[in-house]
Nanobody, 111 residues
Framework: QVHLEESGGSLVQPGGSLRLSCVAS????????ISWFRQPPGKARTFIGQ???????FYPDSVKGRFTISRDNAKDTVYLQMNDLKSEDTAVYYC?????WGQGTQVTVSS
C-alpha cells in the first residue's frame, strides 16, 4: 500500500522553477506533518522543509526564500514549489510523514 507518492520531477534549466507534488493517504495527511527531503547523488538525504496539519511551514536556511511548501486539503496533497533552481538542487526529492517515505522523484537542474 502506497502511503506517500511524489511526482513532478524533471529536467529544468538553472534559474527555472518546478513544483513537486506529494499525495498522501488520508490518515497521514490529516494527522501528521509532512516533510520534504532531498538526496543529491552520492550524498546524504537532507531536510528541506515541513508543513504541519495547520499549515505552518519550516525551512532550513539553505532553501529559505526559494522553496515554498503548501497543502491542498481537498486533494490530500502537499506541494513543494522551487524557484531560482541551481545545479546544486539536483537530487532525488522525497516526502516523509508518519515515519514513512515516498519513492522519490528526480529533479535535475542543468543547461
Amino acid at each position: 500500500q502506497v502511503h506517500l507518492e511524489e511526482s513532478g520531477g524533471s529536467l529544468v534549466q538553472p534559474g527555472g522553477s518546478l513544483r513537486l507534488s506529494c499525495v498522501a493517504s488520508r490518515s497521514i495527511f490529516s494527522s501528521y506533518p509532512i516533510s520534504w527531503f532531498r538526496q543529491p547523488p552520492g550524498k546524504a538525504r537532507t531536510f528541506i522543509g515541513q508543513i504541519t496539519t495547520a499549515g505552518t511551514t519550516f525551512y532550513p536556511d539553505s532553501v529559505k526564500g526559494r522553496f515554498t511548501i503548501s497543502r491542498d486539503n481537498a486533494k490530500d496533497t502537499v506541494y513543494l514549489q522551487m524557484n531560482d533552481l541551481k545545479s546544486e538542487d539536483t537530487a532525488v526529492y522525497y516526502c516523509f510523514g508518519n515515519n514513512q517515505w515516498g519513492q522519490g522523484t528526480q529533479v535535475t537542474v542543468s543547461s
